[in-house]
Nanobody
Framework: QFVESGGGWVPPGGSLTLSCTPS????????IVWFRQAPERGREGIAV????????YYDDSVKGRFIISRDSDKHTVYLQMNNLKPEDTGVYSC?????????????????????WGNGTLVTVSS
């Protein structure tokens, strides 16, 4: 229901941009969340955008380094990741739930997500 792309290997301090494109539905009236899952940690919600309003919210672990955005023409959500660290390594997935309002921390907990992607692997190492 989502197709993610853009993952790969990058050295510490490098950058990557991930893409998240829906299949079979539109993003209007949804909040879209990027999740990260590392082998030693559970799934973490790290960034959210409310598609219609464009408001965003970030987990402290990525605040100031990652930027979530949307392109209405391409109907795609992006995650620009800068100054990557080894602890950013993991499978990155996007998911969406119906939502109207301001982006907030509660949306990062992953509850009531309706659509998921399979994820794309990001590896940060030297």
């Amino acid at each position: 229901q989502f197709v993610e792309s853009g993952g790969g290997w990058v050295p510490p301090g490098g950058s990557l941009t991930l893409s998240c494109t829906p299949s079979g539905f539109t993003l209007h009236y949804y909040a879209i969340v990027w999740f990260r899952q590392a082998p030693e940690r559970g799934r973490e919600g790290i960034a959210v955008i409310v598609y219609n309003e464009g408001t965003t919210y970030y987990d402290d672990s990525v605040k100031g380094r990652f930027i979530i955005s949307r392109d209405s023409d391409k109907h795609t959500v992006y995650l620009q990741m800068n100054n990557l660290k080894p602890e950013d390594t993991g499978v990155y997935s996007c998911a969406a739930r119906g939502f109207m309002g301001k982006a907030n921390a509660i949306l990062l907990d992953g509850a009531r997500m309706e659509h998921w992607g399979n994820g794309t692997l990001v590896t940060v190492s030297s």
